[in-house]
């Protein structure tokens, strides 16, 4: 039974992925996700259903369109596939329990956002509108029942984790304005985007949060220098290392909190 739940998890996961690529292609070209339907970039023309079967398409058709064989791009099975894996670990984490249903909204909000700020250097205010108001409920759900990722038990967690993850960056962004006369050190979707993982997070993950994405950052940042890509004065899309650090802490944060304290005594 637990295999066959995992199964149609990972299915919901690829069908939802297919939907964030639409997201992902149309909202940073101010575009509607809804109209019109599925198209060819390159010639227009409207996809049939087993053109959008997801990752299977791909691989079939060879990465090429059915109607005019120019290559589609391949951030869409990833971004399919990364969805459909992040599904299965949160079930696994969570089973099918209101966390589950919230986790996967935050890394559904976080994939969009590490694809579209990697390529546009963005971060579309409607996720963030969608993350606030799905952090608030998530916080009202936390008066009458406990959430798990709330384990301190204090009822506003969620307005403390909103605190730090903004003020900490807002803190490093008026530091970059400060010592490099500049104010591209931090960008505000980013301070945005931690106020509402401070909401679905508490304040003790979203410290952790920080932690990792930062260390995902500099690890990013070494890797792309070595490979001649970047050097130490660009400027880097902070966004896919905030989806690393945060989906790593819904998954085992507090486990990585434990861990640290312990070395501590």
Partial sequence: MQTLF??????????????LNVCICRIPQKQSIIRPPSRCNSCGTTLRPLDLVPVFSFVFLR???RYCGEKVSAVN?????????????????YSLTVEFVAMALLSCILICIA???????????????????????????NLFY??????????????LGFAVGTGFLFMVSLVG???????DAMGMGDIKLYAVIGLFLGWRMTIVSLMLSVFS????????MILKKNNRKSTIAFGPYIAVGTFITIICGWNLL????NLLK
């Fill in 6 to 19: 995992i199964i149609y998890i990972l299915i919901f996961g690829l069908v939802i992925g297919c939907f």
């Fill in 63 to 65: 990465g090429k369109c």
């Fill in 77 to 93: 099975p990833v971004v399919e596939i990364i969805t459909a894996a992040a599904f299965v670990v949160l079930y696994l984490k």
């Fill in 115 to 141: 694809f579209i700020d990697a390529e546009y250097r963005i971060i579309p205010n409607g996720f963030i509108i969608t993350g606030l108001i799905s952090g608030l409920a998530l916080f009202l759900y």
């Fill in 146 to 159: 406990t959430v798990d990722m709330f384990r301190d038990r204090v009822w506003f967690n969620p307005i």
């Fill in 177 to 183: 304005m400060l010592v490099y006369k500049s104010d």
């Fill in 217 to 224: 950052a500099a690890i990013g940042c070494v890797f792309m």
């Fill in 258 to 261: 434990e861990q640290y304290m």
